[in-house]
């Protein structure tokens, strides 16, 4: 029995997606053309834009698709009723799993996302920050004191600065795998969070003079 045209369509439509976001991982995203996409993508180009109009209609998709799985991971950990302790070891061990698994995702997304129009940008950001609310909430429960209000998204942005951009010099062959660069992530967050006093928002130091 053939299998139904529909099921064959997404099937080709994912191939496409995985094919060209590692394209646009390799040349970028400004020097990526739909004809080198489609012979990344083993497609004519008219086979090619049969399935999307764009180049700009392949990456938002791709991240589109990408960080709403981001959401259903980060939000999966929390949903565990795991202790706040547990829950943010989890959420540093699952995105770094997900990045080592979706490394070409990943580049786009941290590289490409500002060639977007300016609604699909903004819907892509949007759904980075449901990502970074969730840690940024994780740290509050972790630690209710050390941080202020104003401080808590510069600290949840640092959290993140350890582990987003690993894809540069973190290999999955290499000496350190990702889960033990999860543990130490980990093992230096807890101690510090730990062993920090808590900051006074009204305790800055004086300016240099």
Known sequence: MARPKAIDHERQRNLILTKATAAFA??????ASMAQLAQACGLSKAALYH?????????????????????????????????????LGELVRTLLIEYRDSRELHIALLNDVRYLEPALREQIRAQERAVVDVLG???RKVAPER?????????TMALLGMINFTFAWLRPDGPMSYERYAQLVIELWDHG????????ASQSAPAAR
């Open 26 to 31: 390799e040349l970028g995203y400004p020097s």
């Open 51 to 87: 399935y999307f109009p764009s180049k700009e209609a392949l990456l938002f998709e791709s991240l589109d698709r990408y960080t709403r799985r981001l959401i259903a991971k980060v939000e999966g950990v929390g949903a565990r009723s795991l202790s706040a302790t547990d829950e």
């Open 137 to 139: 909430e994780c740290l």
């Open 147 to 155: 941080f202020s209000a104003d401080e808590r998204k510069p600290a």
């Open 193 to 200: 969070l730990q062993a920090a006093p808590p900051c006074a």
